[in-house]
């Protein structure tokens, strides 16, 4: 195998000498360069390249399933300190029970319209620490994490504590 070091690549490099150990990259003319921003010497006489105006719109469709916006939202409550575990799944009234897989959020439940997301909660709190403060901690860790991995707007994260995990209690205990 040839290694190619990205420097080689960028800068053109054509001579073996000046990169020992790695095969030189002879690099064609091309028909711009790779750093559309750079101006060309003064001596050259060209004119600068300029920059394109805009990026391409490329057309279609981003939809994001519920469970993947649950599974993100499990993982942000669990990130929490003083979060022992996920508690029994929230439904809202409106919705009818759905099959969850083996790999659904359990103690989750997540409803995306547009581009806007509302998550449902429950937690088991571990004793020991603030009820109030552990939740208000869930609700803004959920937002801030769905937020910035999904690019979506959280309408609303409801956390409802289940129970309190006592010292020495297994979650089989519970």
């Keep these: 195998m040839t290694d190619v070091s990205v420097e080689e690549i960028i ?8 990169s020992p150990g790695t095969a030189a990259v002879a690099v064609a003319a091309r028909p ?3 750093n559309l921003s750079a101006n060309l010497s003064a001596g ?14 490329v057309k279609g469709r981003i939809k994001v399933a519920d469970e993947v916006v649950e ?3 499990a993982l942000a409550t669990l990130e929490v300190a003083g979060v022992a575990d996920l508690g029994e799944s ?11 897989g083996p790999a659904a959020a359990r103690g989750v439940s997540a409803h995306v319209q547009d581009r806007t997301v509302a998550v ?3 937690i088991v709190a571990e004793y ?14 959920v937002a801030r994490t769905v937020s910035r991995m999904l690019g979506m707007r959280v309408m609303e ?8 995990r006592l010292p020495g209690e297994s979650p089989a205990d519970a």
């Design 11 to 18: 800068e053109g490099t054509d001579s073996p000498a000046e």
């Design 32 to 34: 711009f360069p790779l």
């Design 44 to 57: 050259s006489g060209a004119a600068p390249i300029p920059e394109p105006a805009a990026l391409a719109v």
């Design 71 to 73: 599974k993100i939202a």
């Design 90 to 100: 929230p439904r809202r009234p409106e919705e009818a029970p759905r099959e969850r």
């Design 120 to 122: 449902d909660v429950s």
């Design 128 to 141: 020991g620490h603030v009820v109030m403060d552990v939740a208000n901690e869930v609700k803004n860790n």
């Design 157 to 164: 994260v409801n956390v409802n504590v289940d129970d309190v």
